[in-house]
């Protein structure tokens, strides 16, 4: 199946006292590289986030933050670290003195020192969070995903105009290249008689007809026709497995590039060789859709 690596989903939810918010986006990338950011003290949920996005995701560049901010009273606190206050007190009390400052410690220029707090909550039970953040997850997944299928249908249209493209001008080369393998045999035969003739040699009638076959069998490009006529059934096939289709289909494409440039190398014809560029150059437009296909 093929699916877009550019896509982007979101939801949230009001959840046991928590506002949970979830976003995944995603950009192209030869492989998987996942960025997960989840609200400060959180973190011990990574680990299943990243199990869940690795399950689902083979590559791409993908961006993940998984916000919860409590907004009912859950137990948490905020605590007074006092061996650190008293000596923070006691520190600015020496400056006053060592100094002669303004006697202005308060409360507020005290606390204004966020090191002297400390947040503080019940443990979390994991799974059971977990649990809780997980349909959220998978609603912002679920419409992440959507998108992906929806461009990726996109893509596979286009590349499939493109290949049906290229085929119709491998159509056309067959047909040119049987008449000049015919045209080359034929000058061929000639020009060796006609050396053969100039040196007085006794023409072996049968040699000629092997040199010519060989000759012959070096310029044909029956054998490329055939094996890209075989990628592109393969092109289409691919379409239709349900698992990521983008190194695949990248893989076949360097195949039908690689038949391709024999073409070129064996064919001396000028009209083969604008096509085979023309093919050349439909391929490479390929490669740039390929790259967005998961």
């Not at 002297?116 to 679920?142: N, Q, S």
Request: charged residues 35%; contains cysteine.
């Amino acid at each position: 199946m093929a699916k877009s690596m550019t896509a982007f989903g979101r939801a949230s939810a009001i959840i046991e006292g928590r506002a949970v918010t979830f976003e995944i986006k995603s950009v192209n990338s030869r492989f998987l590289d996942a960025q997960i950011k989840i609200s400060r003290g959180f973190s011990f949920l990574e680990e299943k986030l990243r199990e869940y996005i690795v399950s689902r995701i083979s590559r791409g560049k993908v961006d993940v933050y998984l916000g919860i901010d409590v907004i009912e009273n859950t137990g948490a606190e905020v605590l007074l670290d006092l061996p650190y206050a008293e000596s923070y007190v006691k520190a600015l009390k020496e400056l006053r003195d060592k100094f002669s400052l303004a006697d202005d410690i308060s409360v507020m220029t005290v606390a204004q020192n966020r090191d002297l707090f400390i947040p503080w909550r019940p443990e979390e039970d994991t799974d059971k969070l977990w649990g809780l953040v997980l349909p959220v997850i998978d609603e912002a997944f679920c419409k992440f995903d959507n998108m992906r299928q929806t461009e990726g249908q996109n893509l596979k249209r286009d590349l499939l105009d493109k290949k049906k493209n290229v085929r119709a001008t491998v159509e056309i080369i067959k047909s040119r290249s049987a008449e000049c393998t015919a045209s080359y045999r034929e000058k061929f035969e000639a020009r060796l008689k006609k050396i053969l003739d100039d040196s007085n040699v006794v023409i072996d009638e049968q040699r000629v007809l092997t040199e010519c076959a060989i000759y012959t069998d070096k310029v044909a490009i029956d054998e490329e026709i055939v094996r890209l006529y075989s990628h592109f059934d393969s092109f289409d096939e691919i379409f239709e497995e349900n698992a990521p289709v983008g190194r695949k289909l990248d893989f076949l494409l360097q195949e039908m590039n690689r038949e391709t440039n024999t073409i070129g190398s064996k064919c001396s014809d000028a009209d083969i060789a604008h096509m085979v560029v023309d093919i050349k150059c439909e391929l490479e437009k390929i490669r740039e859709q390929i790259q967005n296909i998961e």
